[in-house]
């Protein structure tokens, strides 16, 4: 976990970049036009604990589908998120934060993390929160 708002910068404008702009061209979209990556560099960042009730998930993301590939995000979220959650009961694994946007609380980045977390009941979450 990263606690310094610019090593935080850094990391998500760096690995966390690349994670993301190849999840746009595997969506078909170029990473250019992407409204998220587009305020990326601009956006400060710092750690919080975040209540689980406050965060909202993009329904963009929750229902994307790519029928050519037989790709079902939501499912293959619940199949992930499951075997997360049960590393993190059986083995005390330790994940990173989520990635939350601060105007609106969406999600950026986490799901499977977030959904574990949620199934586990856990009301508070380390976030990375990015803020323009």
Request: hydrophobic content about 35%.
């Amino acid at each position: 976990m990263i606690e310094d708002p610019d090593g935080i910068y850094n990391f998500i404008n760096t690995e966390i970049r690349k994670e993301w702009e190849a999840d746009a061209r595997f969506e078909g979209r170029h990473p250019s036009q992407d409204p998220w990556l587009k305020t990326l560099s601009q956006r400060n960042w710092i750690l919080e604990i975040v209540d689980t009730k406050r965060i909202k998930l993009n329904p963009h993301i929750m229902n994307y589908k790519d029928s050519k590939r037989g790709y079902i995000f939501s499912e293959n979220l619940a199949k992930r998120s499951d075997e997360l959650k049960k590393d993190i009961e059986t083995y005390s694994l330790v994940i990173w934060p989520l990635i939350i946007r601060k105007e609106d609380c969406v999600l950026a980045d986490g799901y499977c993390r977030y959904a574990a977390l949620k199934a586990m009941n856990i009301g508070r979450i380390y976030a990375y929160v990015g803020t323009l």
